[in-house]
C-alpha cells in the first residue's frame, strides 16, 4: 500500500524514539514490536521525505495514526511506504540516497510548502554549516537552502593537504593551470542536486545556484553548463572557471538570459576584486549583458557583510517571489 500523507513540519527524531512512541498508534492485537521505521538517515539528509514502515499489515487508519506521532515529533515526510516486505525504490518523492552530497548536506527547511530551492556551495577548506547559518539569517518560509559539503582531497595550491574542496586548485590567477576534470565532475554532482530537487517538485526556473569563493566558482560553471532553465546565480568572491571555454561552452544557450548577482570585497588579498571585475566582463560575454550586477563593497576582504548579505536577499526575493 502507498500512502500519501502531507506533513508540513521539520525533521528530525531517532529511530528508537520514534518506534517507541509508535507503539500506541496501532489497534490492539498488532505486534507493535516487528514494526521498524527506516528514517532514510534522517538527521544527516534531511531532504528526503520518505519513511519506510514494514511489519505486520496495517490499516489506512492506523497509518493515519502513525503520520498524526510523526508529525507531532517534527518528522517530515512526503509518503510511507507500508507491507512486510518495502522497496525503497517504489519512492516516489525521490531517495537522496543515490545524490552523494544530499548524504550529510545541511538543509534550511521553510516554514511553509517550499516551491523554492537555494543550493549554495561553500569555499575552500569549509563545510556547509557556516553558509546554512549565514542564510537562515536571510531566509524566507517557502524557500528550502540546500548547503552541501566539498569532498575532502589533496588541494595543490595549499601543499596538497587534505581538506574540503569541489575540485584541485593549481592557483588563484586568472592564468593559473585548472583542474578541467575536476571542475567538472564537481559541476555534474551539484547538477545531480537540481535534478533531486526538479523530482521533489521544484522547477528549475524556483532553483537559484550560489556560492562563495571556490563554492561560488563552481556555482557559475555549473549554472551555465547546464541544461534547465535557472531562476539565477550568487557568486561571491569568486571567478568563472574555464573561462576560455565561455561562451562556446554554455549549454546551447539556456540560460543565455539567466539573473547573476556577483559580489566582491574591494580588500580581498585572495582573489582582488580586479579578478572579480574581469570575470563580470566575461559573463557579459556570456549572458544578457544586462542580467549582470557586480557589487563591490569597501574595506571587505576576502568574506561577506551584512550589506552583501542583504543584497543576496533581496535577489532571491525578486527571482523566487512567493506563489
Known amino acids: 500500500m502507498l500512502l500519501f500523507l502531507p506533513l508540513s513540519v521539520s525533521p528530525c527524531r531517532g529511530f528508537w524514539q520514534v518506534q517507541a ?3 500506541a498508534c496501532f489497534a490492539p492485537g498488532v505486534h507493535t514490536s516487528t514494526w521498524a521505521v527506516c528514517l532514510c538517515q534522517i538527521r544527516a539528509a534531511a531532504h528526503c521525505r520518505c519513511f519506510y514502515l514494514s511489519g505486520e499489515a496495517a490499516d489506512e487508519q492506523s497509518v493515519e495514526r502513525v503520520g498524526q506521532v510523526l508529525a507531532g515529533l517534527g518528522v517530515r515526510a512526503g509518503c510511507f511506504l507500508v507491507g ?8 516516489m518523492c525521490g531517495n537522496n540516497m543515490s545524490v552523494p552530497l544530499l548524504a550529510d548536506a545541511v538543509t534550511v527547511s521553510g516554514a511553509e510548502r517550499e516551491t523554492a530551492a537555494v543550493i549554495f556551495l561553500h569555499g575552500l577548506g569549509d563545510t556547509g554549516h557556516s553558509w546554512a ?9 517557502y524557500v ?5 559539503h566539498a569532498p575532502r582531497i589533496p588541494v595543490t595550491l595549499n601543499m596538497k593537504m587534505v581538506m574540503p574542496s ?3 586548485l593549481m592557483g588563484l590567477t586568472p592564468d593559473a593551470p585548472e583542474d578541467e576534470a575536476g571542475i567538472k565532475k564537481a559541476a555534474e554532482n551539484i547538477k545531480a542536486i537540481i535534478e533531486h530537487e526538479m523530482k521533489n517538485g521544484i522547477p528549475p526556473n524556483r532553483i537559484i545556484l550560489g556560492g562563495f569563493s571556490q563554492g561560488g566558482a ?3 560553471y555549473t549554472a551555465l553548463t547546464c541544461q534547465h532553465q535557472l531562476a ?9 572557471p574555464l573561462h576560455k571555454a565561455f561562451p562556446q561552452a554554455a549549454n546551447n544557450g539556456v540560460n543565455k538570459d539567466i539573473a547573476i548577482l556577483q559580489c566582491h570585497g574591494e580588500m580581498d588579498p585572495m582573489i582582488p576584486v580586479r579578478f572579480g571585475a574581469l570575470t563580470a566582463e566575461k559573463l557579459k560575454s556570456v549572458v544578457t549583458p544586462t542580467k549582470v550586477q557586480f ?5 571587505v576582504m576576502h568574506s561577506s557583510c551584512p550589506q552583501e548579505m542583504m543584497a543576496v536577499k533581496e535577489f532571491i526575493e525578486k527571482l523566487l517571489p512567493r506563489i
Not at 512486510?84 to 519512492?91: E, G, I, L, N, Y
Not at 539565477?232 to 568563472?240: E, H, K, N, R, T
Open 21 to 23: 512512541l509508535l507503539a
Open 84 to 91: 512486510a516486505s518495502v522497496d525503497p525504490s517504489r519512492c
Open 133 to 141: 547559518d549565514a542564510l537562515s539569517s536571510i531566509r524566507l518560509p
Open 144 to 148: 528550502k537552502y540546500i548547503c552541501p
Open 166 to 168: 569541489w575540485f584541485d
Open 218 to 220: 563552481l556555482s557559475l
Open 232 to 240: 539565477g546565480i550568487v557568486a561571491l568572491s569568486c571567478w568563472l
Open 295 to 299: 557589487k563591490t563593497y569597501p574595506g
